[in-house]
C-alpha cells in the first residue's frame, strides 16, 4: 500500500494554511511514537517557517530518546478552547497523529473530541492496521516498519528535503520498530528508508549507541526482574509480569520497561511471549511472537487491544495477583517398588 499524491498534497496544504501545527503522539512514547513526533514537527517547522510547530503527548520523553533534537520541547496537551493560558487548542490549529492506532492511544480521546470529531482538520500517519482512519487524510500503512517509514514515504513522495536532524529522528524510530533491523518487519524497502535516511545525514552511531548501547542501572534491575519471574504455560507462551512494587524497588519508570519483552520473546520453542505490567490501576500486556502460525493481535483483540501479528498490546483495568499452582506427580520407580510389594 502507498499514499496517494492527492493525499499528499491535501495534508500539505493543510499544514501551509494552519494558523499552528501540534504534532501528538500516542502515551507512553516508544521510539516510533518519539522519532515520528519529533522528526514530522522539525520537518514542518523547516517546510513551513512561518507556522508556529509544539510537540504533545500526555507522557515525557524516556530519558533514552532525550538525546534527539526538540526532545525536551516536548509538552502536555494543549488547554481547550474554553479556558484561558499560554497555549490554548484553537479550532483552525492542524494536528498531526504519529504512531497512533487508535485515539484512545493519545488519552485525548474524552478530554478533546473536537481532535476526533471532525471539527479539526487532523493528519494521521501510522502503519497499524486496525488503525480506523480517524484522521481528515490517513496515511496508514500496514506494510510499512513504522510510522517513521510513513513519513519518508510522505517527504519522499514530495520531494522534501530532509535535514540531518529530521532524519536521525526518523532513523531512530525504523531502528527501534524492527529490533535494530532483525525483526521480521525488516524488509527490502527498510533497507532502501535506512539508505535514504543516511544519506541524508543520519546520524546512525550517535542513536545506537544512545539506544541499543546504554542502559541505566534501574533499568537493568526492572529487566533482571522480568526474566526472573518467565514462567512456561502448556500453550506454548513465555510470560511474566512487573507489579508497582518492582518499579518503586529498582527505581525504574514505566519507559525502562521497554525491550524487556525482546528478551522474554528469545526463550527457544516458544509460540508467544506476554509482559504483563501494573500502571496507574490498569494491567497493560506486551505480545510478541516470532512464528508465522501466531497472531498476537487477535489475541490483544480479545482484551480491546490491537497491534500488527507479531507484535501486540491490551490494557485492562486492575492489578496483578500472583498465583501459585502445584502438581504432585508420582515417580515411575516408585511406584514400581510398590507394586512389587
Known sequence: MAIARADAERARDFLRDAPRIRCICHRNPDGDAVGALLGSGLLFEELFPDVPVSFHCVDPVPDTFRF????????????????????????????VFVDCAEPK???????????????????????????PQYGSVNFVVPDASSSCEVLVQWAHLLRWRLSPDVATCLLTGIYTDTGGLLHSNTTAPVYRTVAFLLRAG???????????????????RLWGRVL????????GGAISAVT??????????YAELTGAIDYVNAVPGMRFSLIL????????????????????????GKFSGGGHRKAAGFALSGKLKPEIRWKVVEEEGIQGNQRNQ
Not at 492511544?105 to 486496525?130: C, K, Q, W, Y
Not at 546512525?204 to 537493568?220: D, Y
Not at 526472573?228 to 500453550?235: A, F, M, N, Q
Open 68 to 95: 534527539l533534537p526538540g526532545a525536551l520541547r516536548v509538552k502536555p496537551p494543549p488547554a481547550l478552547p474554553v479556558t484561558q493560558g499560554e497555549d490554548v487548542l484553537d479550532v483552525r490549529d492542524v494536528c
Open 228 to 235: 526472573e519471574k518467565i514462567s512456561l504455560t502448556d500453550e
Open 277 to 300: 505490567s501494573e500502571r496507574d490501576g490498569k494491567v497493560k500486556g506486551s505480545l510478541r511472537t516470532l512464528r508465522d502460525d501466531v497472531d498476537v493481535s487477535k489475541m490483544a
Open 202 to 220: 543520519a546520524r546512525r552511531r550517535e542513536m545506537v549507541t544512545a539506544v541499543f548501547r546504554t542502559a541505566k542501572l534501574s533499568t537493568l
Open 244 to 253: 508497582e512494587g518492582d518499579f518503586r524497588a529498582t527505581g525504574a519508570d
Open 105 to 131: 492511544l493519545t488519552e485525548l480521546h474524552a478530554s478533546h473530541p473536537m481532535l476526533f470529531d471532525g471539527s479539526m482538520r487532523t493528519i494521521n500517519v501510522d502503519h497499524h492496521p486496525t488503525n
